[in-house]
């Protein structure tokens, strides 16, 4: 049997123009900060790979909360959990 030779090729995939996207800047206020459900919470860690500032972290219990520091409020934990655990809560 002949083993199969693989290539290494650069494929450029790009949804917009360069230069045409500007910086996202979420500025200095927030919409909310995720609260988790911990009764129905599975520990899952979906929350955690999904969030895009490293905010969310796992607490000794297993159970996963949001760095109130390093969150910026963009509620896509709460979007992509699939059980409906996270809400989002308005801040004071």
């Known amino acids: 049997m002949e083993a199969t ?8 995939c ?15 206020k927030r919409r909310g900060l995720p609260r988790w459900d911990k009764d129905r919470c599975i520990r899952c860690g979906v929350c955690y790979l ?6 969310v972290y796992r607490t000794a219990d297993g159970y996963f909360e949001a760095d109130e520091k390093k969150c910026k409020g ?16 308005q801040e004071g």
């Open 5 to 12: 030779k693989f290539t290494q090729k650069m494929v450029e």
């Open 14 to 28: 790009s949804l917009l123009d360069k230069g045409a996207a500007s910086p996202f800047s979420p500025g200095d």
């Open 50 to 55: 999904y969030c895009p500032d490293g905010a």
């Open 74 to 89: 963009c509620g896509i934990c709460h979007r992509e959990c699939w059980f409906g655990v996270i809400c989002m809560e």
